[in-house]
């Protein structure tokens, strides 16, 4: 569990945050991208997580997997769709301790305008201030999710029986947060 003097409003620092995914391509090897923050809050309760809240909006055009055709296809309708849904959305519904550091953050995601309640577990990494003099908390986890369940159907089979990319997409968080109040 935090301390309690780390109760409060937070904004996710994008600077050093991660909000990643790992995909398995043509069966053989991972490819691993992020996306950018457009805005991402959360309000800690540390006499009762409960009460706790997180939401995080990111750039679906901001996908970035170190290749620029790749990046390309997957703005298109095949995948992100980014003209129509330019942003995925997080907005937790509940938040549990779950012992020790460990948290579960249950909420909806939303991606291509498809709604879906997850859990992710998260585990406080530790606090300090910075040489700014601002207080700061880290947490770090991820979910695994199935692209299916929220539209993201394209693929193409291989000779070998396989499939181009995997239906399981592995969510990865690293987040930085800083108080602000």
């Keep these: 569990m935090y301390p309690s003097e780390l109760g409060g409003a937070y904004t996710i620092d994008p600077a050093h945050s991660r909000f990643g995914f790992v995909a398995r391509h043509a069966m053989v090897t991972k490819v691993r991208g992020s996306l950018p923050i457009v805005e991402a809050t959360a309000t800690l309760d540390a006499a009762n997580p409960a009460a706790s809240s997180v939401r995080v909006v990111l750039d679906a055009a901001g996908v970035d997997t ?104 592995t969510l990865e968080f690293d987040l930085s947060a800083v108080k602000s109040g």
């Design 66 to 169: 170190g290749n620029a055709q790749r990046d390309e296809h997957l703005r298109t309708g095949d995948f992100l769709d980014v003209a129509t849904h330019p942003h995925i959305t997080f907005t937790s519904t509940a938040i549990k301790h779950a012992g020790g550091d460990g948290f579960e953050v249950t909420g909806d995601l939303t991606i291509r305008g498809v709604t879906r309640e997850i859990t992710i577990p998260l585990e406080y990494t530790g606090s300090a201030t910075d040489v700014m003099g601002l207080k700061r908390v880290g947490f770090e986890g991820g979910t695994v999710i199935n692209r299916k369940d929220f539209g993201v159907s394209f693929n193409a089979v291989l000779e070998t029986g396989g499939v181009m990319v995997s239906e399981k997409i």
